[in-house]
């Protein structure tokens, strides 16, 4: 096996790797969100589950950031924070937070601007309002 070969070995290895650490995680955001959903049920606003949901992530042991500002550039002008991302879970899963009827189009059209603008590659949509958790989850994937 030359070196090409090897290279390209473990750069499959480390994109398989990547895929399953990322498949891991989004299993214990999804835990920690019907956790979340469980504990508080459905009816509040969503800042009331974003708070909640950070603490039950945080007590997982994983790195979230709330409102996450995001920079947008339009045809070479530095346009600023031009969106928030509600919750980012170890720098790597966008999570979009909701708590509506019904989850639209619009709102994973949104999820999915956001992880391309913000150059991420999973998102989850996370509806507190469905009557049972996993019936407000959407996994979104962003194909760089």
Not at 3 to 31: F, P, S
Not at 66 to 78: I, T
Not at 80 to 98: C, H, P, T, W, Y
Request: overall charge negative.
């Amino acid at each position: 096996m030359n070196l090409k070969d090897n290279r390209q070995r473990r750069d499959a290895e480390d994109a398989e790797d990547r895929r399953v650490n990322l498949n891991e995680l989004t299993e214990e955001i999804i835990g920690a969100a019907i956790e979340v959903h469980r504990t508080l049920g459905s009816g509040l606003l969503e800042s009331a589950y974003e708070l909640a949901l950070e603490s039950e992530l945080r007590l997982r042991g994983l790195e979230v950031c709330r409102q996450v500002p995001v920079r947008v550039n339009y045809k070479g002008s530095d346009l600023g924070d031009a969106f928030r991302i509600d919750m980012l879970v170890q720098n790597e899963v966008v999570l979009e937070i909701k708590a509506v009827e019904e989850i639209q189009k619009i709102h994973r059209a949104q999820l999915l601007t956001y992880l391309r603008l913000s150059e991420r590659r999973l998102g989850l949509l996370l509806n507190f309002h469905a009557s049972v958790m996993k019936d407000g989850i959407n996994r979104i994937v962003n194909d760089l």
